[in-house]
């Protein structure tokens, strides 16, 4: 069952990239499974010279802005942060580990939920450049092949996200302090 | 908490770094902060569903092991040598068997293959005995200072060097990426 060794290895990486892009954890359920169906029954298709993960990506990518697109889903919720906040806990909580404290803990916990959260507040195709640069540890010229962008925008739109994150995490309240990342 | 304290030094050291414009640096410490950040799980079903959606049967996957050719012919192998042990051997050990009236036989079995353990036991103490004095003398030898003191610098270089290759590797992959 050479294809389920795939879906178990690729699974995870492919959905936390969708759940972020389009913020809802059935959804993006859905489209992972479409994305493994897709690709399935493209497989004979596949260019075995090119990365597999690249070629699952792209087909993740493609599945997922067109549904974003025809739902319209909104990049900002609509009602303010719950919604976001709500989501970035999920998230986040999903495979916390016991910190040595409570305290620590709580922090860690805090921390990456305000991750999570300033993360799927952004544009999906931020959310996704990021996750496929950080994330998944692609190079540029993959990135550019899987969403189909010149090698210029992809460095400018990275640029552009790193630097909403920096924003959207600073008006939470994370500055970099003396001691450490406070929140004020 | 290693984990706590991680994040937020990777997350401060890059939000400092963003503020101050070091763009390639900035980047770079971004992706630790991910690294360090849970990726979301999907349910443990969706895999499940997925392949029966494509038709395949989840339950009857098998071990990747198990699909190998080798192993199967090695199980097949086992199994026609087994039966024709069994085939030839069989008619001796029940004519033994019939030999040995009541339960006496019996206790003649465990005690004879007590014995044979004891013996097997006793040689494995000789040879034992063999290797302890090897040791020993070893011992006496390593425990000189001067061997002593190579074995903690042979030690030491190995650390030093084993941390510089894992400093050129990281190098190396962050140069990739660039």
């Keep these: ?184 | 908490m290693k984990t706590s304290r991680k994040l937020q030094r990777a997350t401060r050291r890059w939000l400092t770094l963003e503020r101050d414009g070091q763009n390639p640096a900035a980047e770079e410490s971004l992706g630790r902060v991910f690294r360090l950040l849970p990726m979301p799980a999907p349910s443990s079903a969706l895999a499940r569903r997925t392949l029966a959606r494509l038709g395949f049967d989840p339950s009857a996957s098998i071990a990747p092991a198990a699909s190998h050719w080798a192993f199967r012919w090695a199980v097949s192998l086992a199994l026609v040598f087994s039966g024709l042990a069994t085939a030839l051997y069989m008619p001796t050990l029940v004519a033994a068997l019939r030999l040995k009236g009541g339960a006496n036989w019996v206790v003649d079995l465990g005690a004879g293959f007590l014995a044979a353990v004891s013996r097997r036991l006793a040689a494995g103490v000789t040879c034992w005995e063999v290797i302890s004095r090897a040791g020993a003398t070893a011992a006496e030898v390593v425990a000189t200072p001067q061997m002593l003191g190579l074995m903690l610098a042979t030690v030491l270089f190995a650390l030093a060097t084993f941390r510089i290759l894992a400093g050129v590797v990281v190098v190396e992959r962050s140069s990739n990426h660039a």
């Design chain 1, 1 to 184: 069952m050479a294809y389920e060794h795939l879906l178990e290895t690729y699974q995870r990486p492919v959905f936390s990239i969708i759940v972020r892009m389009v913020r809802d954890h059935a959804l993006a359920e859905d489209l992972t499974q479409e994305t493994f169906i897709k690709a399935f029954r493209a497989l004979e298709s596949f260019d075995r010279s090119r990365k597999f993960s690249s070629w699952l990506f792209k087909i993740a990518h493609n599945s997922t802005i067109d549904h974003v697109r025809r739902k319209r889903v909104p990049t900002v919720s609509l009602d303010g942060t719950d919604r976001d906040e709500d989501a970035g806990w999920a998230l986040a909580n999903t495979a916390v580990s016991r910190g040595a404290s409570p305290e620590d803990d709580f922090t860690r916990s805090e921390l990456a939920s305000d991750l999570e959260s300033a993360l799927v507040r952004l544009r999906p195709e931020y959310a996704e450049i990021l996750l496929l640069r950080f994330q998944q540890n692609l190079s540029y010229e993959e990135i550019s092949g899987i969403l189909d962008l010149p090698l210029g925008t992809v460095k400018t739109h990275l640029y552009r996200a790193r630097k909403a994150l920096a924003e959207a995490l600073e008006k939470r309240g994370w500055n970099p302090g003396v001691g450490g990342v406070e929140r004020r």
